[in-house]
């Protein structure tokens, strides 16, 4: 059995990484097109380390290998990123507490540096990855509004406010010292303004885009 299964394109990166670990760590390397990776579920043993090219397209299956793979002792897990996933799926990989984060913009020399650091028990995440990690948690634990200017008026926003506090048009009259009348009005500008059809919709788009915080 091989010590390192790869879950990769064929590439010129592939062709180094095989060097450097059969080369270099004198590690025994067997490589998969991702579309086989369940070949990796049908080997006798897992690999002692796995090192898995990360695509929107499949992701949540080799999040699965990945966790059946981090399970088993000693068994080191890399990923390597690609341009498709999303700030919430690279959040997600990095919760996993995983060996290595690898970027597709590595350099040769970064990749040996990489694979070196991992193999001697130590933890790799690239900067650039660290940098949108960052990015992702600010935007996660920022309870700040980012209401767009000019969407609605002062007046509207406030409405708006209530609606999502599920406040009846009665309530919202009241707290604002407005009539109903008054109110229906607003709604209904509110709705045309956000192209939406209720109230409903109307506070589930406030809250999605932060404009209001709950």
């Known amino acids: 059995m091989s010590d390192v299964v ?6 010129l990166i592939l062709d180094h990484l095989i060097h450097i670990l059969e080369k270099q760590i004198h590690k025994s390397v067997t490589a998969y097109e991702p579309g086989n990776y369940q070949a990796v579920f049908d080997r006798q043993t897992l690999p002692d380390t796995i ?13 699965q290998l990945i966790k059946t793979c981090s399970h088993k002792n000693n068994v080191q897990v890399i ?15 990095f919760s996993l507490n995983l060996d290595g984060y690898f970027h597709p913009e590595m350099e040769q020399q970064e990749i040996s ?22 990015d992702e948690y600010l935007r ?14 002062k007046r509207e926003w406030q409405v708006l406010e209530l609606i999502t506090q599920g406040k009846t ?16 009005n607003h709604v209904a ?24 915080i709950i």
Not at 6 to 11: G, H, N, P, R
Not at 86 to 91: G, N, P
Not at 169 to 184: D, E, N, P
């Open 113 to 134: 540096y990489a694979i070196q650091t991992v193999f001697n028990r130590q933890r790799y995440i690239h900067p650039k990855i660290a940098i949108l990690l960052l």
């Open 51 to 63: 090192l898995i090219e990360m695509e929107n397209e499949r992701f949540f299956e080799m999040v």
């Open 189 to 212: 500008s509110i709705l045309r303004k956000l192209d939406v059809e209720d109230r409903t919709n109307a506070a589930l788009l406030a809250i999605k885009n932060r404009w209001i």
């Open 169 to 184: 048009t009665r309530h919202i009259g009241k707290q604002l010292y407005i009539s109903t009348k008054t109110v229906t």
């Open 140 to 153: 996660i634990t920022n309870n700040e509004e980012h209401r767009p200017i000019g969407l609605l008026t």
């Open 79 to 93: 990923v390597w990123l690609t341009k498709s996933l999303k700030k919430d799926q690279v959040a997600e990989l």
């Open 6 to 11: 790869i879950i990769k394109k064929q590439s």
